[in-house]
Structure formats: structure tokens, C-alpha cells
């Protein structure tokens, strides 16, 4: 009886710990995986490989503090990158991989239109959260997609600056050569023909080149003989280097300003910087030398230190989006519920880690159509290098409720 | 006016390129009967192997481009050894799929060994002159220029050497040649080097002029039977005269119609010609 009573006793004794243990909640470690849809090959690289890496540098960044402490749980961030070649096909059977053999929740990247048109037109039914970076078509935000967010403004956004811009500085005749049958192109080309138009000036030639032309001499040459006092120039940094190159080729000494963004090593490599001299970006102000705030110039030491090369203007788009990620989910405190975490997006302040500098509307990153927007700015090719100029006054109010008006 | 002078100027430079990419399929063409589709992707080695040579080194273009065209001379011997000397006598239909196959994985090795990134060769070729209006670029005169010294060389060696009667007396009657001891082996060897090596010296060109990417090779290739059957298969004047008029009328097409439509105009060109000389312009009849 005594030696049943002690069993008995300890048994209970275990069984009454092991109850209490069971309830105790244990911090405990998972992965998040981030799936990163990009050009990292073929003509769209020139955006999205800088994108891809700046997703990679900021997991690590994330994970070496410890990762995202959500609630219980830490997430440890892995990230798997695929390339889409900027390809409409490519890019859907990736985010199809991603989503039914890699479970991936969580998509960003993006840098090119067609690609991410493509995807956007079927994630609305899918239980992820889509970001897109670079790509600048307009469509891909004014359709009111509830998980879709785009750290990018649209084309037309700093189309209309643009026009405002140009106008300013005397421009009366321009000729516009550029990548036409691209329609966030010709997006941004109509709201700068509006500002051009009102400002009494016109758009007296419209020549097309393909994404992957090389040799602009034809158009170029046909647009000289019509003696226009400014050329616009709308393309990927590729072709559009080819334009500035072969313009000097050709004699001819008019101001070209251009919609390219792009790198001064990406540039450099087709166009020497003599060629370059005088040339004029307009877009969205990304990443600034001028404007460098604390952010900025730690991402852009750890970026050149880590790839052995500068990021590229527009590659924070991507980089905030992990930030985004990692604020909404630390809000929710849990990863696995993405409409949480899709309503969390909706009502983030811009993070403090984020690079590029958001203009907030009403008080929020993303505005009603999960549309984020950056100041425009004018930038300069001078002495080899890309200068901040000024900013390009834009509203961002009146364009967020224009683009809310599309969805009708 | 100026325009019309301007866009041939810019034309011209294009056209010497396929000029020496038509001359190194017409060699091969005309000499051995071989439609060598593999030119195009041999051109971008050439073009990459200058490029190459130029950044490691640090050696000025022309040399670059020397070395690269002795390099592209060996690859084409090696081509003609283990491509096609094993299918000489067989049925045609053979050293087609050769070339076909030939082709896919030249442009694997180039991928491979070169990387799928954009190349441009810089040189210090930047001048621009002004004559009566229209901007001469230095670089553009430059190719041009180079391309009639190739194209001087090679007419030279075909007319005055005795390795140069042989390839004539080759391409005339083959069998007569043999009989007559001329060492057929051997010419079909230097037939494809000098192939090569007009090939590497136009992918180097393209280079400087424009850029070398995946893709660019098999656009020459098309343009280069595009001039072929324009000039004449087999016919030397005929692939410089097609090569200079297929340059001249893709910019005019551009210029004066719509860039959109590059392509299809310089072979709506080709077809005319063909429908109302279908041996091509300079071929014989």
C-alpha cells in the first residue's frame, strides 16, 4: 500500500507538471519564405536583379537581428528568387511554383509591367500578398486589387511633373522617341503631352523603338530634320543609352530628357560620359545622393559592399517591401494570416527603415488603391554622375483619387 | 535632301557589316555548297573574344579584333574537320541538320563561356565630323572603311594567289579540281577560315557599333542569307552589293516609313528581287 501510494504520488506529481508545462507557450522559431519574382536576366535585368539582391540584403539584415518577432513566434526569412525574363508566360508559371510547390504567402519584387500585368490579373483569388516594385503601369494598382501593393508610382504620376517641368524651361517643340507600344510609356507620355499642351507647346514627332533596338540612327535622324528644341526620351536605361549615344552621333545639341532611371554604370557601359553630358532624367526621386538620409546611405554601403556594385536608382522599391512585410506582420503578430496582415498594410506608416521617401496619404504608405507614392524629381547627367536638380512639384491627393475614379 | 544622304551614311555602315557576314557565308556557300547557319553565333565569339581581349589585356581595338580573327580562323577550321569534312559526301540534306545543330550549340558555348549579359566594345572612336550637313560619325566611317580593306584582302587573295586559284577552280567544278591535283581538303580548310574570320572581324564591328548580345547572332545569320539570295548565292559582288543595298534600305525604311517595320521591309526588298530576278541580282543566270 505504501510503495502503490508513492507511485501513485509520483506519478500524479509528473502528470500534474507535464499539464502545466502543456500550457506554457514556448517562443518558437519558423521561416518565413519571401518569393522574389524578377527579370533577372534578358533586358528587364537592368531593374529587377538589383531588385532581387536588395530583398536578399534585407532578410539577411532582418534575420542577423534575430528575425521578425511576431507574437510567440520569430520568423527566420528565406528567400527564394526566380527569374521571369520580364516575360508575361515566364512570370506566371514562377508565381504559380512559388505558390503551389514552395507555399510562398508572401510575393515581391516586380520590376517589369508586362510580367507583373500578367500575375496581377489572376492573384486577387490566390491567399497571398503581392508587392510590386518598379513596374510603372497604371493599371496594375487602379483596378483595386485587395492584396496587391506597389511601393512604385504609376508612369503618368511623373509623367504630368514631367510636362510641368519641361514647359518651364522654354520647351515649345519636342520630339518624343521611345518605346511606344509599352503602354506605361505612353501613359506617361500622354499626362506630359496635357502639361506640354496647356502650356502652348506641342509634340511635333512620335517615333517607336523596340526594347531590344540597338540602333536608333533612323529615328533620330527624322526627328533632327524637323528641328525640334527638345527630345523626351522613353525607354528601359538599355536602348535609351543606345538614343543619347547615337544623338551625339548625329550632331545633334538639343536638351534630351528622358523617363529611364538607371545607374551611371549601367549607363556607362554603352555611352561614354562625354555622350551622356547634359542628359536629363525625370522620375521618381528613389535613391538620391543628394537627398541621402542616414537610411540611404547605409543601404547603399551595404548594397555596394555586398554585390561589389552600386544598387540601382530604383532597386529600395523592393528593399522597402520587406520592411513593409516585417512592420505589418510585427503589428498582427502572426505570418500565417495574410488578410491580417493585407489589412495591417493598409493602415502602415511609412517604416522607419525604408529607404526611398514616401509622401504619405492620409497619414498612410499605401493610399485606398494599395498605391504608395514618392516625390518626382529632375536629375541631371553632370561630369559622370547622376545630380539631384530639383523637385517636380506633384498631388499626390489628386492623383489618388483619379486613380480610384479608373476602377469605375 | 539631307535627310535622304544621312539615313544612306547611317545605312552604309550597317550594310558593311552584313557585307562581311554575307561574304563569309558566300565563301561556303559557293565553294562547298553549305549552308553554314552556325556563321551567325561564330560572329558573336569573334565579338566577345575582342571584347574580352580588349578589357583583360588592354589592347587597342584593331589588334584585339587581329587576334580574335585568327582565333575565329581556327575555329573555323576545326568547325570544317569535325562538322562537315565527315558528311562531304553525303547527301546534302545532312550537312544542313549539321549546320542546324551546329548552330544551337555554338550558341550554348557563347552563353556558357561569354554570360547572357549585353556587351559593348568601347573605342576611342568618338569624333563627329560635319559635311555639307550631315554628321559623319568617326566610328561609323571607321567600319566602313575597315570593311573595304576586309573585303580589298580577300578579292586580292581569291584573284592573285595560288591558294586563290585553287578555291576558284574548287567552286568552278570540284571534281575537275581534284583531277586536276588540286588539294581539295586543304581548300575547304582555308575556305572556312577565311569564313570565320570575316565573321569574327563583323561580330567585332557589330560590337563596337552597336552591342553583342544573345539573339544578335542569329539576326545576322537571317540577314546574311537575306543578302545572299539579294546578291546573287555564291556570287562575291553580289554579297557586297546586297549587303550595302539591305544596309541602306532597312534605314531608309526606318526613317521615312516606321522603325516598327525594319525587318519586314528589307525582306519585302529581298522578295521583289527574287520575283523578278530570282538568281538575285549579281548571281548568274
Not at chain 1, 493610399?367 to 518626382?376: E, K, L
Not at chain 2, 530576278?277 to 548568274?284: A, T
Amino acid at each position: 500500500m505504501k510503495t502503490m501510494s508513492k507511485k501513485f504520488a509520483f506519478t500524479a506529481v509528473i502528470g500534474i507538471l507535464s499539464a502545466s508545462l502543456g500550457g506554457l507557450s514556448w517562443a518558437t522559431e519558423k521561416e518565413l519564405v519571401l518569393g522574389v519574382n524578377d527579370a533577372l536576366t534578358g533586358p528587364g535585368a537592368v531593374y529587377g536583379l538589383p531588385q532581387s539582391n536588395a530583398v536578399k540584403m534585407a532578410a539577411d539584415e532582418i534575420n542577423a537581428k534575430g528575425g521578425i518577432k511576431a507574437g510567440a513566434d520569430i520568423y527566420k526569412l528565406k528567400v527564394i528568387s526566380n527569374d521571369d525574363k520580364a516575360n508575361p508566360t515566364e512570370a506566371t508559371n514562377s508565381v504559380r511554383k512559388l505558390i503551389d510547390r514552395d507555399n510562398v504567402k508572401y510575393l515581391l519584387g516586380f520590376c517589369c509591367s508586362g510580367s507583373t500585368s500578367a500575375v496581377a490579373s489572376f492573384i486577387e483569388k490566390e491567399n497571398v500578398v503581392m508587392l510590386v516594385g518598379n513596374a510603372a503601369e497604371r493599371a496594375i494598382t487602379a483596378k483595386g486589387i485587395p492584396n496587391l501593393f506597389r511601393t512604385r508610382p504609376p508612369a503618368d504620376f511623373t509623367g504630368a511633373a514631367a510636362g510641368t517641368f519641361v514647359a518651364k524651361r522654354g520647351a515649345k517643340n519636342i520630339a518624343v522617341i521611345g518605346s511606344l507600344d509599352v503602354s506605361f510609356y505612353t501613359q506617361y507620355l500622354d499626362a506630359f503631352e496635357r502639361e506640354i499642351n496647356k502650356a502652348g507647346g506641342k509634340i511635333v514627332a512620335k517615333e517607336t523603338f523596340g526594347l531590344k533596338d540597338r540602333d536608333m540612327t533612323p529615328q533620330l535622324t527624322k526627328v533632327r530634320a524637323l528641328n525640334p528644341d527638345a527630345l523626351l526620351i522613353l525607354g528601359y536605361v538599355e536602348p535609351a543609352a543606345f538614343v543619347y549615344r547615337q544623338a551625339t552621333e548625329l550632331g545633334m545639341k538639343l536638351p534630351r530628357y528622358g523617363f529611364t532611371s538607371g545607374s551611371e554604370e549601367q549607363f556607362l557601359r554603352v555611352a561614354t560620359s562625354e555622350q551622356m553630358e547634359g542628359v536629363w532624367d525625370l522620375r521618381p526621386t528613389e535613391l538620391t545622393v543628394e537627398a541621402l538620409d542616414a537610411n540611404a546611405k547605409t543601404y547603399v554601403a551595404n548594397y555596394t559592399a555586398k554585390f561589389g556594385t552600386a544598387p540601382s536608382p530604383s532597386s529600395p522599391y523592393a528593399y522597402d517591401q520587406v520592411y513593409v512585410l516585417k512592420n505589418a506582420i510585427e503589428s498582427v503578430g502572426s505570418a500565417d494570416d495574410t488578410k491580417k496582415v493585407i489589412a495591417a498594410i493598409r493602415k502602415l506608416i511609412v517604416p522607419k527603415e525604408a529607404v526611398m521617401k514616401y509622401l504619405p496619404t492620409a497619414g498612410a504608405m499605401f493610399d485606398v488603391n494599395g498605391q504608395a507614392y514618392t516625390s518626382n524629381g529632375a536629375f541631371q547627367w553632370q561630369k559622370g554622375k547622376w545630380v539631384y536638380v530639383s523637385d517636380l512639384p506633384s498631388d499626390t491627393k489628386t492623383y489618388s483619387d483619379y486613380l480610384r475614379s479608373l476602377r469605375n | 535632301m539631307i535627310e535622304i544622304f544621312q539615313q544612306s551614311l547611317n545605312g552604309l555602315a550597317i550594310g558593311a557589316v552584313y557585307v562581311l557576314i554575307a561574304l563569309g557565308l558566300t565563301v561556303v556557300f559557293g565553294i562547298l555548297g553549305i549552308a553554314h547557319f552556325a556563321h551567325g553565333s561564330v560572329a558573336m565569339f569573334g565579338g566577345y573574344l575582342t571584347f574580352l581581349v580588349m578589357e583583360k589585356f588592354g589592347i587597342p581595338f584593331f589588334t584585339a579584333m587581329g587576334i580574335a580573327m585568327v582565333g575565329g580562323a581556327a575555329l573555323g577550321l576545326v568547325i570544317e574537320r569535325l562538322a562537315y569534312h565527315p558528311v562531304q559526301d553525303a547527301p546534302h540534306i545532312n550537312a544542313f541538320i549539321i549546320a542546324l545543330g551546329l548552330t544551337m550549340m555554338m550558341e550554348g558555348m557563347n552563353l556558357l563561356m561569354f554570360g547572357a549579359d549585353q556587351v559593348v566594345i568601347q573605342t576611342p572612336y568618338r569624333g563627329v565630323f560635319h559635311i555639307a550637313g550631315i554628321a559623319v560619325a568617326e566610328l561609323r566611317l571607321i567600319v566602313i572603311l575597315t570593311a573595304c580593306v576586309l573585303v580589298g584582302a580577300i578579292t586580292l587573295l581569291i584573284a592573285k594567289t595560288k591558294t586563290g586559284k585553287s578555291i576558284r577552280a574548287v567552286a568552278q567544278n570540284r571534281q575537275a579540281a581534284i583531277l586536276m591535283g588540286v588539294n581539295v581538303s586543304m581548300v575547304s580548310l582555308v575556305v572556312f577560315a577565311i569564313s570565320s574570320a570575316l565573321g569574327v572581324a563583323a561580330g567585332a564591328l557589330i560590337g563596337a557599333l552597336l552591342a553583342i548580345a544573345p539573339g544578335v547572332g542569329e539576326g545576322l545569320a537571317v540577314k546574311g542569307f537575306a543578302v545572299l539570295i539579294l546578291g546573287g548565292l555564291g556570287s562575291i559582288p553580289g554579297a557586297i552589293a546586297g549587303g550595302l543595298i539591305l544596309g541602306v534600305s532597312e534605314a531608309m525604311a526606318a526613317g521615312f516609313i516606321s522603325s516598327a517595320y525594319k525587318d519586314v521591309i528589307a525582306f519585302l526588298v529581298m522578295i521583289l528581287v527574287l520575283l523578278f530576278r530570282p538568281e538575285g541580282l549579281l548571281g548568274k543566270r
